[in-house]
């Protein structure tokens, strides 16, 4: 591996790290800005796409762009008009991600076991599987602090993964 490459899974890795621990020093708070920014990439996400299609060179796709980009506007608006309720959704899609990811991570690690370093990222998988199944556990009711909690474990167990990783990998250039 690079040391360009190692540099990159440790910076990732800290920035995981700290993420992770800000979330679980405030997971309400945690849980309803990631409601906020989802809700504000959305719309501006939405809005330049509108944008594109309408004043975009591309005329063949211009009417299917602009649906899109207006289904990107209202779920936009409508995460950032009504939190309580994008929360309780979020937090659904959010155990699902966890779900998938820890199932897939779990695939990733036994695949790569002859590397140094996959025992961590075998431990995420199985982490990451396990918060996705009790945060379905805990839907709707626990919306509330459970999406900032939960993100943040997540995110400290995959920036330790990454860090061991990182941390493995050899220093040399090739």
């Not at 190692?6 to 995981?16: D, K, N, Q």
């Not at 919306?143 to 995110?155: D, H, M, N």
């Amino acid at each position: 591996m690079y040391i360009k490459g190692r540099a990159w899974l440790i910076t990732g890795a800290v920035a995981s790290l700290i993420l992770g621990f800000l979330a679980l020093s405030s997971p309400i708070l945690f849980s309803f800005l990631i409601v906020w920014l989802l809700g504000v990439f959305a719309l501006v996400s939405g809005i330049i796409s509108l944008l594109i299609a309408i004043f975009g060179k591309d005329v063949a796709t211009r009417g299917l762009n602009a649906v899109f980009a207006l289904v990107r506007i209202v779920a936009g608006l409508a995460l950032l008009s009504c939190v309580p309720s994008g929360l309780r959704i979020l937090t659904l899609i959010f155990a699902v991600f966890l779900i998938v990811e820890g199932a897939f991570a779990i695939f990733g690690a036994l695949k790569i076991r002859q590397q140094m370093g996959w025992i961590p990222l075998l431990l995420n998988g199985i982490v990451t599987l396990a918060l996705g199944l009790m945060v379905y556990a805990h839907w709707p009711t626990g919306s509330v602090w459970i999406l900032g909690f939960f993100f943040g474990i997540s995110l400290l167990f995959h920036g330790f993964a990454l860090l061991m990783l990182g941390l493995s990998a050899s220093n040399t250039v090739g």
